[in-house]
Structures are given as structure tokens and as C-alpha cells.
Antibody, heavy 123, light 107 residues
Framework: EVHLLESGGGLIQPGGSLRLSCTAS????????MSWVRQAPGKGLEWVSS????????YYADSVKGRFTVSRDNSKNTLYLEMNGLRGDDTAVYYC????????????????WGQGTMVTVSS | DIQMTQSPSSLSASVGDRVTFTCRAS??????LHWYQQKLGKPPKVVVY???SLESGVPSRFSGSGSGTDFTLTISSLQPEDFATYYC?????????FGQGTKVEIK
């Protein structure tokens, strides 16, 4: 069964940094684009960032551009989200998600999601 | 950026009802439009992808239609396990935007 497991969330002060990880299993990780989606408490889904299969193509929401960096280590089947300059409105559950089809330069439906990791930005 | 607008934001319905909700894109997304179901405290789950393709394992009472800017998700006979929030998402171009969601509640 395809599985994604996020880790690295926690309580962090405003202005701080955090790195989230998402470990994948039972699929050929390097072939698929991966994404981060967040959900603030009681709110809807917000796309954060996506990365192509080989890591060269990266995309960000305007709300995180310049502060967050997405990367992947295909040898470890792991996706990362480096978050700097954290603010209160970054407080959310962060999900990683996998594209349904192998990456060909365009993104696709997110067919597998992790359970999420909570990031709380507060002093 | 492509804005996604869902309507209604919430609806109350009874078991057995036929329910339809809509998603409108601010510009054409072709059929790169997907629907997710999310229950409280759980990650989203794909229901319909590419506007009208039913995800494997999803009951046939769910159906999607549309192309371009206007899309619908229909549940032909609402079941107790269908009470949830439904989100549309476009993957036509980045940023990959979601609608604000439609919450389906028990009447």
C-alpha cells in the first residue's frame, strides 16, 4: 500500500525556522511530483508548494515564496519543506501529497495524502 | 492566478437526497479539475479526478461533469458516510488552487 508519513511539526516562535519531512513508501518516488498543502484550524485547503520528480522544477504559493523551500532526496524517498521566517498565519496542519501520474511537466490530481503534521507558530 | 469558487458554501440534506454542488474557475482549466472529500480530522481523499473520472473504490453514486470553467459534483443518493466537506482543485496551472469548500450537513 502506498504510504506517506510527515514529521517535523511542532510549536515554534514567530520568526523561527522548521523543516518538515515526508517519507514515502511502496512506489517509485523519483517518478512522481510531490506537493505540500496546508490547512489552518477550521479553514480550507491551501496549496503551498510542488516539486517535480527530479527536483529541478519547484513552485510556490505567493504567501510562502521567499520563505519556504521545497526539496527532495530521491535516494531516501523523502520530501522536505524548509520553512523560515514563520508567522502566525503559517499555523496549520501540513500535508504532503503525491501526484497520481508520473511527472511529465504538468501536475495532476493528488491521489495519496499523508496524515499531516501540525505546525503552530506562537510566542 | 486561477480563482476557484464553490457554491454553496454549505448545504443541509437528508439521507437519500440527490445533491449537486458547483465549482467555477476564473478562467478555463480544461478538465484539470478534481474533487476531494474531507472528513473532520482526516486528510482529503480523491472522489473524482479530471472532471468526470471516478476514483477507484469510490461509490458510483458520485459523479462529476464539466469542462472549461464550470463543474459539478453530484451525489445521486446521499449516504450517512457522505457527510463531509468537498473541495475542488485545479491543476491546470500553478498556483494549484483549491475552492473554499462545500460542507454537507445532515438535515
Amino acid at each position: 500500500e502506498v504510504h506517506l508519513l510527515e514529521s517535523g511539526g511542532g510549536l515554534i516562535q514567530p520568526g523561527g525556522s522548521l523543516r518538515l519531512s515526508c517519507t514515502a513508501s511502496t512506489f517509485t518516488f523519483k517518478n512522481y511530483a510531490m506537493s505540500w498543502v496546508r490547512q489552518a484550524p477550521g479553514k480550507g485547503l491551501e496549496w503551498v508548494s510542488s516539486i517535480g520528480g527530479d527536483g529541478r522544477d519547484t513552485y510556490y504559493a505567493d504567501s510562502v515564496k521567499g520563505r519556504f523551500t521545497v526539496s527532495r532526496d530521491n535516494s531516501k524517498n523523502t520530501l522536505y519543506l524548509e520553512m523560515n521566517g514563520l508567522r502566525g498565519d503559517d499555523t496549520a496542519v501540513y500535508y504532503c501529497a503525491k501526484d497520481q501520474t508520473p511527472f511529465n511537466g504538468r501536475f495532476d490530481v493528488f491521489d495519496i495524502w499523508g496524515q499531516g503534521t501540525m505546525v503552530t507558530v506562537s510566542s | 492566478d486561477i480563482q476557484m469558487t464553490q457554491s454553496p458554501s454549505s448545504l443541509s440534506a437528508s439521507v437519500g437526497d440527490r445533491v449537486t454542488f458547483t465549482c467555477r474557475a476564473s478562467q478555463s482549466v480544461s478538465t484539470s479539475l478534481h474533487w476531494y472529500q474531507q472528513k473532520l480530522g482526516k486528510p482529503p481523499k480523491v472522489v473524482v479526478y479530471s472532471a468526470s473520472s471516478l476514483e477507484s473504490g469510490v461509490p458510483s453514486r458520485f459523479s462529476g461533469s464539466g469542462s472549461g470553467t464550470d463543474f459539478t459534483l453530484t451525489i445521486s443518493s446521499l449516504q450517512p458516510e457522505d457527510f463531509a466537506t468537498y473541495y475542488c482543485q485545479q491543476t491546470y496551472s500553478t498556483p494549484l488552487t483549491f475552492g473554499q469548500g462545500t460542507k454537507v450537513e445532515i438535515k
